[in-house]
């Protein structure tokens, strides 16, 4: 009965580190979405899951961001070499697919020093 | 390219006092309106989803209403506790573009 939880809720990181994001999604739920939230904007679509394969990465910025969803549950977002452009809320949603309701967890307030 | 636009960027209201958040999207083949809520520090809460022109849904002081170009967040009689950012995305397919949001402060 829980929702979408992210770990961690805040990431501290130096340019040039690698960091890992996680998000556990809503039992059930086959679609899991990755967005980037900038201050003062809405959520951008990065990657679409639907079971262990990523239907859609079209949104990711660049070759340093790669996703990863094993067994068609957990999902973990990786960055290498972070920049500090970078710095956002990653936000993670869970839904039944197509145009169903996506459900937001918390987010990962990530910051590249 | 899809487009979400909210307007206005921020509203400050009495409480009490009614109003009417805008979203007017170019969303191509749109199977779906989102509203959501965030508060600050918080990730987005669903409200609402309309699938069609005409359609309409409500949630205690909010009315969510859809057109083939806009869509209106309306609410009644506002108290402090609506204080947020309401967000519009559309789907296309099954990702969401987003409009910025629109800011709501309720003045008690």
């Known amino acids: 009965g829980a929702g979408v939880s992210q770990t961690p809720s805040n990431k501290v990181t130096e340019k040039g580190k690698y960091v890992e994001l996680r998000c556990d999604p809503i039992?059930?739920?086959?679609?899991l979405y990755w967005y980037r939230q900038s201050l003062g904007q809405g959520p951008e679509f990065l990657i679409y899951?639907?079971?262990?394969?990523?239907?859609?990465d079209s949104g990711l910025p660049n070759d340093r961001f790669f996703a990863v969803r094993p067994e068609g549950s957990v999902s973990t977002l990786k960055i290498q070499r972070t920049e500090r452009g970078d710095s956002a809320v990653y936000l993670c949603a869970s839904g039944r697919g197509g145009q169903e309701t996506q459900y937001f967890g918390p987010g990962t307030r990530l910051l590249v020093l | 390219e899809d487009q979400v636009t909210q307007s206005p960027e921020a509203l400050r209201l009495q409480e009490g006092e009614s109003s009417s958040l805008n979203c007017s999207y170019t969303v191509s083949g749109l199977r779906g309106l989102f509203w959501y809520r965030q508060d600050p520090g918080k990730g987005p809460e669903f409200l609402f989803t309309?699938?069609?022109a005409g359609e309409e849904k409500e949630k205690e002081r909010l009315k969510a209403t859809l057109t083939k170009k806009e869509s209106f967040l309306h609410i009644t009689a506002p108290k402090p506790e609506d204080s947020a950012t309401y967000l519009c995305g559309g789907a296309g397919s099954y990702q969401l573009t987003f409009g910025k949001g629109t800011k709501l402060s309720v003045i008690p």
């Open positions: 039992s059930g739920h086959t679609a």
């Open positions: 309309l699938y069609s």
């Open positions: 899951f639907q079971g262990t394969g990523a239907a859609d």
